[in-house]
């Protein structure tokens, strides 16, 4: 891999930023390191943005004295266009020690999201990782007493790094407790809120400004997983773990799911967005592994199975005509 293909994001930059902050401030703890060396391991170029940061916050006074020239020179050095780079990189520097000088954002009441189609692996101070699967928007508060990420919208898993500080994952009305465990929650504001434990244990609670109507507190088992629905009871289930984290190896696995919303499901993941024509083809059964954001083949597949037409406008694709030969209901099953 050449030197280039490890250059350090924006994004990178500033979050390597906020662990200088972390690591020089008054809240650094025991898991800090811990939680610094998972962050550096997920990607080459974390590593350069460290050494970016480090330098920049030690000549935070000078940022256009030689500690930027040097930077530049270990993490570029066969670039062709000197200039540019230098221009680029002095750019990088300064948001870095803007962000360690300000607050530190990645790690505390700041908004981390993914993109339709995106998945990103997060390694907090504490050493807990968070992996937010497409489309997720979570923010992060830990103080001295609690360590609280809210999700506010998609799916998250949070695998829970030992402490003495409770973990709280909260989602709409709901919050997850737990003090070193592993656990999956999707949140659809207004429609669903889905708790699978994966290991360990977690209580599933109320928030306190909930209606007194809901405060009833569930305990989770390995393999439980706890939905609730707007207008329906809460309801405990053990689906199959390998097909709930599917997603985290880029698949989306359906059994006996209706067309309709297995189109939904498809569709969090690619920005092309697939339609149905007929009302009657919204009943159809799905079953099979597909390939997430891969709509264009799942498509085919549908419209193989059961006679259907792929039509393609733009970023629709829109299965269209009446099914024939396999079809039937979930009834008929």
Do not use: C
């Amino acid at each position: 891999m050449s030197a280039s293909e490890n250059n350090p994001s924006k994004a990178q930059i500033a979050e390597a930023a906020a662990w200088v902050a972390h690591l020089h401030g008054a809240k650094r703890s025991a898991g800090s390191n811990r939680g610094l060396q998972l962050w550096l391991k997920e990607d080459p170029a974390r590593q350069r943005a460290w050494e970016v940061a480090t330098e920049v916050w030690d000549e935070v006074g000078n940022l256009q004295g030689a500690a930027i020239a040097k930077a530049l020179d270990q993490i570029a050095p066969h670039q062709a266009d000197r200039k540019k780079q230098r221009a680029r990189f002095v750019a990088l520097a300064a948001a870095a020690s803007l962000a360690a000088l300000a607050v530190l954002f990645w790690l505390r009441g700041a908004g981390v999201s993914t993109g339709i189609g995106e998945q990103r692996i997060l390694a907090l101070a504490d050493g807990t990782r968070v992996t937010l699967n497409t489309d997720t928007r979570i923010v992060v508060d830990y103080d001295e007493t609690n360590r609280t990420v809210e999700l506010k919208s998609g799916e998250a898993r949070f695998d829970v790094a030992k402490e003495h500080r409770p973990f709280l994952a909260v989602a709409g009305d709901r919050q997850v407790r737990a003090l070193g465990t592993s656990f999956v929650v999707r949140y659809e504001p207004e429609q669903r809120t889905t708790v699978m434990l994966v290991e360990g244990k977690v209580s599933v609670s109320p928030r306190k400004q909930s209606h007194p109507a809901l405060a009833e507190v569930v305990t989770l088992s390995p393999g439980q997983r706890l939905t609730f629905d707007t207008n329906a009871a809460p309801r405990i289930d053990r689906p199959s773990l390998d097909d709930v984290i599917a997603w985290q190896r880029g698949q989306v696995v359906l059994e006996g799911t209706r067309l309709a919303d297995a189109v939904v499901e498809m569709n969090r993941y690619s920005t092309k967005v697939l339609t149905i024509e007929q009302p009657r083809a919204e009943d159809l059964v799905i079953s099979g592994v597909f390939q997430s954001g891969d709509s264009s083949s799942f498509a085919k597949a549908v419209a193989y199975t059961y006679h259907l037409n792929v039509v393609t406008e733009g970023d629709t694709i829109t299965l269209s005509g009446n099914p024939q030969a396999a079809y039937r209901k979930r009834s008929e099953k």
